[in-house]
């Protein structure tokens, strides 16, 4: 089935329920609610699985501060963390050398680093945003990454040698991102094109029955399927679906 604007689809599920046809979502009341119904629906899918289109490589933003010199800051659109890499290119060095940095737990992380001493020139005695009390290596890119509050990513170590905090320009993540919802007539709902039967079956079984008062047998019969095709369906690259150790923890 190939991709429908919102206006397409309020036109569609109208003309299943033998309502007048619009020209515009806004049009009638009715058509109005239609397209409130495709947007809860479309809300409902995307959080029932993980898309693949919704995964991406980024650079995580650092906080580029001198009392904070390893803390990475999250965008609000990015649900969780799958990974992340950090060149640990030296300046003597022609090529640059991204290496994946390990995840620890808060606890594990902390677990790390309070065991080095404070005294010593090469550890800076930071704390984190939430006050928590941190001591970090300044002479060694880092090896392990943590985040106590679900918005800064924090790295146990920086080389000072090279750049003075942790730099945006030098990781790669891949993260798993929130999508927007454009409630407008010409508006593609952000779906892969195979999912598109689906929407317009969930949100046409939900229409009948709110609006109409009626179960829809049929649809409901289709929708099941298409939500059973879905569910087995590969992605389009690496095998099928994988599940990833996720960083972030609270929202996996």
Partial sequence: ?????????????????????????????????????IK??????????????????????????????????LDEDIRYVNWIKYDKALATDTRKK?????YLEPKDFLDEIMGRNEDNSNVDSITDYGGTYLLIVNDEHPTYWTSFDDEHIVFDSYNSDV??????????????????????????????????SYLLSESKSVCFEKLK???NAKEEQRSRRQRTYLAREKWRTNGGIKYPNYGRTGKK
Wanted: glycine share 2%.
């Fill in 163 to 196: 750049d003075s905090t942790i730099t945006t320009a030098k990781n790669q993540a891949e993260v798993y991102q929130e999508t927007s919802w454009t409630h407008t007539d010409g508006a593609y709902p952000n779906l892969p094109e195979k999912a598109f």
């Fill in 213 to 215: 008062q009626v179960a």
């Fill in 1 to 37: 089935m190939a991709k429908m604007t919102l206006l397409e689809i309020v036109q569609d599920i109208l003309s299943d329920m033998d309502s007048d046809n619009v020209n515009s979502i806004s049009d009638t009341v009715e058509a109005q609610q239609v397209a409130q119904i």
């Fill in 40 to 73: 809860t629906t479309y809300r409902e899918i995307i959080d029932s699985r993980e898309w693949p289109h919704l995964k991406k490589i980024v650079q995580i933003d650092s906080v580029s501060s001198g009392s904070y010199p390893t803390h990475m800051i």
């Fill in 98 to 102: 991204y290496i994946d940095i390990q």
